[in-house]
């Protein structure tokens, strides 16, 4: 086995150990924080004002807590909405109305402004009509913004758009109004109450990747630069205690060596007591100077070929127990996509475990090694 080694001045190792140290600092001042015990997790990007520093969140991502203690996102052009729900790695956030009439805020909705943005829209046009018989069109009112003389609807048929103007219904047209919704609609919706969250996302600062892979992103200290910790390692490579050897002397290696494991392994595995039920390896921080060995995942044709789920409505899959990706440590969410493994029946986000297979050839639950597919015939 041949390696290559490189001297690493003094100067650089003092850079690497400042390094760390500033993440470390960063990490051990921001804390994940919540509104109240059933609220949602809030940590980077997100922090909740008066609780978490500054420094603990990125610019536009400012929430509060209510007076139930509710988690408040407050939008520059709409308003205060409730947090009901955020996925981290994915970069999704759903919110509604705290009046519990979520159609009268989507008519003046304006994410201008805003971090924010729909993943999906779905085009609704609003009817105010006089009192009919509505039941006939199959159509149901928004309560909300109805009274005792007038019916409000909202509608993406084109079919029920017609029949409310040409209809002799003495409906009056209100707004056409582009809804972030929680998935596209392959069937125009005969009308809508709006009584489902606004799914939102945002595109800076991109954590995803870093979420998914275990880590945690957080502001750089004194700097408007993002960076992951957290992120999972197994061994302290051999020529890194190479190049640390040389340019500090056994006794110096030594001392730096244990600085650098104690403060990079607290910043990259603080949470590892959550992560042992997902499956994911523990540090180790012994320093190991047997050659490491790689462990190859698996090839594309093998991960490719295993089945998908999309989930539905009652989010069912073949184990009952199966409600969380142990790789993200995200709930599954209604048209999610998941991916099995068929040897165990295990199930995961897609993305998340065709991410883990690529590197590791063992399913992330229960470590047995899926069978690769037969090489092609050449």
Avoid at 215 to 242: D, I, M, Q
Avoid at 302 to 311: D, F, G, H, M, N
Wanted: glycine share 6%; proline share 6%.
């Amino acid at each position: 086995m041949v390696y290559s080694f490189k001297v690493v001045s003094s100067t650089s190792l003092f850079l690497i150990m400042i390094s760390c140290l500033n993440i470390a600092a960063s990490q051990n001042l921001c804390t994940k924080a919540v509104c109240s015990h059933n609220e949602p997790v809030i940590r980077f990007p997100f922090r909740i004002r008066n609780r978490q520093s500054k420094s603990c969140g990125y610019p536009g991502f400012d929430l509060s807590c209510g007076s139930s203690n509710e988690t408040i996102l407050e939008l520059p052009f709409s308003g205060k909405f409730v947090v009901q729900a955020i996925d981290y790695a994915r970069q999704e956030i759903w919110i509604n109305d705290q009046e519990n009439c979520l159609a009268d805020r989507i008519l003046s909705l304006n994410l201008s402004g805003s971090a924010f943005h729909g993943l999906y829209h779905q085009s609704f046009t609003f009817f105010n009509c006089s009192l009919f018989d509505y039941r006939k069109y199959g159509i149901n009112p928004i309560v909300c913004l109805s009274g005792y003389t007038y019916t409000v609807f909202a509608t993406s048929s084109s079919r029920v758009m017609y029949s409310l103007q040409n209809g002799n219904l003495s409906c009056n047209l209100i707004r056409v109004v582009y809804v972030p919704v929680d998935w596209p609609f392959y069937q125009q919706i005969l009308s809508s109450e709006f009584s489902e969250d606004l799914h939102l996302t945002w595109e800076e600062p991109r954590c995803g990747k870093c979420e998914s892979s275990g880590g945690r992103c957080a502001l750089k200290t004194n700097s408007s630069e993002v960076v992951c910790s957290n992120v999972p390692h197994h061994e302290f490579p051999r020529s890194a205690l190479y190049a640390i050897t040389t340019a500090a002397g056994i006794p110096g290696a030594l001392i730096l060596l244990c600085v650098l494991c104690h403060i990079c392994g607290r910043v990259r595995y603080c949470d590892r007591s959550s992560r042992r039920s997902g499956g994911l390896p523990e540090f180790d921080s012994t320093v190991n100077i047997e050659p490491v060995v790689t462990v190859v995942g698996l090839d594309g044709a093998t991960i490719e070929s295993y089945p998908k789920i999309v989930l539905g409505e009652s989010r069912r899959l073949p184990k009952p127990d199966d409600s969380t990706c142990s790789i993200c440590l995200c709930e599954y969410k209604p048209k999610e996509t998941l991916k099995t493994i068929p040897e165990c029946k295990h199930c995961f986000h897609s993305d998340c475990i065709e991410e883990w297979l690529r590197l590791r050839a063992t399913c992330p639950l229960c470590r047995n090694s899926p069978e690769r597919l037969p090489p092609a015939a050449s």
